[in-house]
């Protein structure tokens, strides 16, 4: 059964740039698109983008310019970096399996805030 | 590219029935087969509830049912049980811009 294990650091100032990891534990890594969301408090889902085991990314355009999402397909691992943060990028950010036509399984979620 | 519409809200008696729409656009919800419905509880990880529009992935109760008329999905859940109380998402792919909108989410409580 694949589970997905995030970690990164939570409080950051804003300009700093968030850094995620997501480690992907009893199942395969080659295969899939792997992907980041995020839940703004009160707010809904949205997502960032995902990238395939071999490296080839798609992302949000509203986050394009910030984002950066990478892999390390020897550890099984995908990261999630996004730059110039503001208190807007206040989230629960997950990482998930894209199947193809869906998110699973998820993460547990991650919470970054940004405060000064 | 906006998020999909869905009600705040959506109550029901243990036992009962509560459908959740979901609206888009031709260039989402009503362009491709692959809407689907993820339900959150709070501290827990997301959970698939059907994808493909109608299919259940192994583990979901058949109480949970997909549907989709036009530019607007729907779920139901029939036999409401307590541990239905929670956030309910719906999911479309864009496929003109390839990438993944979401809904604004609704609220079910057991009354």
């Known amino acids: 059964q694949v589970q997905l294990q995030q970690w990164g650091a939570g409080l950051l100032k804003p300009s700093e740039t968030l850094s995620l990891t997501c480690a992907v534990y009893?199942?395969?890594?080659?295969?899939?698109?792997w992907s980041w969301i995020r839940q703004p408090p009160g707010k809904g889902l949205e997502w960032i983008g995902e990238i395939y085991y071999s490296g080839a990314t798609k992302y949000n355009p509203s986050l394009r310019s910030r984002v950066t999402i990478s892999v390390d397909s020897s550890k099984n691992q995908l990261s999630l970096k996004l730059y110039s943060v503001t208190a807007a990028d206040t989230a629960i950010y997950y990482c998930?399996?894209?199947?193809?036509?869906?998110?699973?399984?998820w993460g547990q979620g991650i919470l970054a805030t940004v405060s000064s | 590219q906006s998020a999909l519409t869905q009600p705040p809200s959506a109550s029901g008696s243990p036992g009962q029935s509560v459908t959740i729409s979901c609206t888009g656009t031709s260039s989402d919800v009503g362009g491709y087969n692959s809407v689907s419905w993820y339900q959150l509880h709070p501290g827990k990880a997301p959970k698939l509830m059907i994808y493909d529009v109608t299919e259940r992935p192994s583990g979901v109760p058949d109480r949970f049912s997909g549907s989709k008329s036009g530019n607007t999905a729907s779920l139901t859940v029939s036999g409401l049980q307590a541990e239905d109380e929670a956030d309910y998402y719906c999911c479309s792919n864009v496929g003109n811009l390839d990438y993944y909108v979401f809904g604004t989410g609704t609220a079910v409580t057991v009354l």
């Open positions: 009893g199942g395969s890594f080659s295969g899939y698109y």
């Open positions: 998930a399996r894209h199947l193809g036509r869906a998110f699973d399984p």
